[in-house]
Nanobody
Framework: QVQLVESGGGLVQPGGSLRLSCAASGSILRINAMGWYRQAPGKQRDWVARAPTGGTATYADSVKGRFTISRDNAKNTMYLQMNSLNPEDTAVYYC?????????WGQGTQVTVSS
């Protein structure tokens, strides 16, 4: 069975940085894409970024220029580098992966931006 395990969340001051990780494990033939959603308190879950295999990364307007996706294919791991964080970035962040034509989700990790 495929599992996605997230790490790297926490509390950070405005203007600070965090790096989230999402590691996929299990029976994997091919990862078609990986990406991130987030859900702030009282709001819907919104798309953040996507990193298709062999393609170019795309980002939501709210994070473009501040967040960067990278992938380590040897480890089946994706990273989200988050810079210039502001309180509006506070949310639970969920990674996802499209693996062998199925969508899998991580457990979520809390990011809190506050002074």
């Amino acid at each position: 069975q495929v599992q996605l395990v997230e790490s790297g969340g926490g509390l950070v001051q405005p203007g600070g940085s965090l790096r989230l990780s999402c590691a996929a494990s299990g029976s994997i033939l091919r990862i078609n894409a990986m990406g991130w959603y987030r859900q702030a308190p009282g709001k819907q879950r919104d798309w953040v970024a996507r990193a298709p295999t062999g393609g170019t990364a795309t980002y939501a307007d709210s994070v473009k220029g501040r967040f960067t996706i990278s992938r380590d294919n040897a480890k089946n791991t994706m990273y989200l580098q988050m810079n210039s964080l502001n309180p509006e970035d506070t949310a639970v962040y969920y990674c996802y992966a499209v693996i062998d034509n199925q969508v899998y989700w991580g457990q979520g990790t809390q990011v809190t931006v506050s002074s």
